[in-house]
């Protein structure tokens, strides 16, 4: 990329710098449409299932997987650019605990309360009960990754006495 004075972008790489940030932008979309989509699949098998439709089970499973597999394929391009949620660098686990701390933190200070609040004011008790809800979990999910960065090393091994980050899967 050509770099005028300053570290600004030359008149010549701004082009460039666009069409960078709109392939980021593209990515970033259809990463989280892509993962919508497996998370769909996964809730129209979990419903087939429970309807006594194995062969639809099976195919929305089917379906899961492979989308599972294409929404990896996106974050491996994400992940040289960052963190599509926090703009945090991703890789390597202390990063990718740093990054998860950084989102549900957000989601649980501010995201959920602000949806149960609209949800509250526009007359959907139960919606706002659930984002309450979703945040306390959020803050759950917050001790476990603080205590995990505060006393296990980068494989994941707890030290003495550590905190057993293996425990619980919330």
């Known amino acids: 990329m050509d770099l005028g004075k300053e570290g600004e972008l030359s008149a010549a790489a701004a082009p460039q710098a666009a ?23 996964r809730c129209f098998a979990s419903t087939a299932k429970h309807e006594g439709l194995p ?5 929305f499973e089917r379906l899961a997987q492979a989308q599972a597999v294409v929404v990896e394929g996106h974050f491996d391009f994400l992940r040289q650019l960052g963190d599509p949620l926090t703009n945090l660098p991703v890789g390597a686990t202390q990063d990718n605990l740093r990054a998860a701390l950084t989102a549900e933190r957000e989601e649980a200070e501010e995201l959920c309360r602000a949806v149960a609040t609209v949800a ?3 007359g959907f008790p139960s919606v706002a009960s659930w984002f309450h809800s979703v945040a306390a979990l959020k803050r759950s999910h917050l001790l476990r990754i603080e205590g995990l960065l505060a006393v296990a090393d980068v494989a994941g091994r707890p030290e003495e006495g550590g905190y057993d980050h293996a425990a619980s899967a919330d």
Request: net charge negative.
């Open 19 to 41: 069409a960078r940030q709109s392939t980021l932008d593209n990515l970033v979309d259809v990463f989280a449409r892509d993962a919508q989509t497996f998370v769909r699949y």
């Open 55 to 59: 062969g639809a089970a099976a195919l």
């Open 120 to 122: 509250e004011a526009e």
